[in-house]
């Protein structure tokens, strides 16, 4: 079975989520994951010592290193943070030969996704109709070098876009102009009830979820603390789930 590698970004803010990401990797067979990469956006030295003690773990640095502390969700930094994420993500795709999928690093591994890729499609991502917009940028798989080509006009549609938040936004406009233009270009839709799910827990059986995402909201203050952890991760019910990985 081919093999795929997950990537991800963090920095000392999202160490609660960074610490039930990786122990939660147990719910999915990592014999087919080649790479978990990493990127560094502000570990703390206790951080990295964490992420590296788990199998097939590599940390890079970003492409732009952003030192400033990231606080509150949609502020500058934060902003910056997560627009480097397409950045770094299109050195992987140009520097390894494997699928890459990446992932928002406030999430869980609940069950296994491996049969919902289809390495057929140039890129997957998890779709969210009938919300606007209808694509999510938290799950993106890019399983083709023909992605290259995605990932720059990606890149190029955020820093088109005047106003924040954008790299969901220009993820939609990016998807819209390769269905209507590009031939011969495939993009998967991946459920996002099943491959990133930001509702309760209760739903999570009926909906079959294998990732769960622990979304943030506008203005999030005090990111990075106890109180946001619980309150995004307890609000939607995930309290007696995350007993098996952190006591916060």
């Not at 991800?8 to 999202?14: A, C, F, L, P």
């Not at 978990?36 to 970003?62: L, T």
């Not at 233009?181 to 991946?190: A, H, P, R, T």
């Not at 309760?200 to 294998?210: A, L, V």
Request: net charge negative; charged share 30%; with cysteine.
């Amino acid at each position: 079975m081919k093999q795929y590698s997950i990537f991800t970004v963090t920095d000392e803010s999202y160490k609660y989520y960074t610490e039930v990401f990786f122990k939660s990797l147990n719910k999915i067979n990592m014999d087919l994951v080649k790479k978990v990469y990493v990127c560094d956006q502000g570990m703390s030295e206790g951080q990295r010592d964490f992420v590296k003690s788990f199998d097939k773990v590599q940390i890079i640095n970003p492409v732009n290193k952003i030192n400033e502390k990231t606080e509150i969700v949609w502020d500058e930094t934060w902003l910056k943070k997560v627009g480097s994420k397409t950045e770094n993500l299109l050195k992987l795709v140009e520097d390894n030969d494997e699928p890459i999928v990446m992932i928002d690093v406030d999430s869980m591994f609940i069950k296994d996704f491996y049969d919902l890729l289809d390495f057929d499609k140039d890129v997957q991502v998890a779709h969210r109709p009938p919300n606007f917009p209808d694509y999510i940028a938290s799950f993106v798989c890019i399983n083709k070098k023909t992605g290259i080509d995605f990932i720059n006009r990606w890149i190029k549609n955020i820093n088109n876009l005047p106003q924040a938040p954008k790299e969901t936004r220009a993820l939609c406009n990016t998807i819209s102009e390769f269905k209507n233009s590009v031939n011969e270009f495939e993009i998967g839709d991946l459920p996002v009830e099943q491959i990133h799910f930001y509702g309760q827990e209760s739903d999570c059986e009926k909906n079959d979820t294998r990732v769960a995402h622990f979304k943030g909201y506008s203005k999030t203050k005090y990111l990075g603390n106890k109180e946001d952890f619980q309150n995004r991760t307890g609000l939607r019910g995930y309290n007696e789930r995350l007993r098996e990985y952190i006591n916060v």
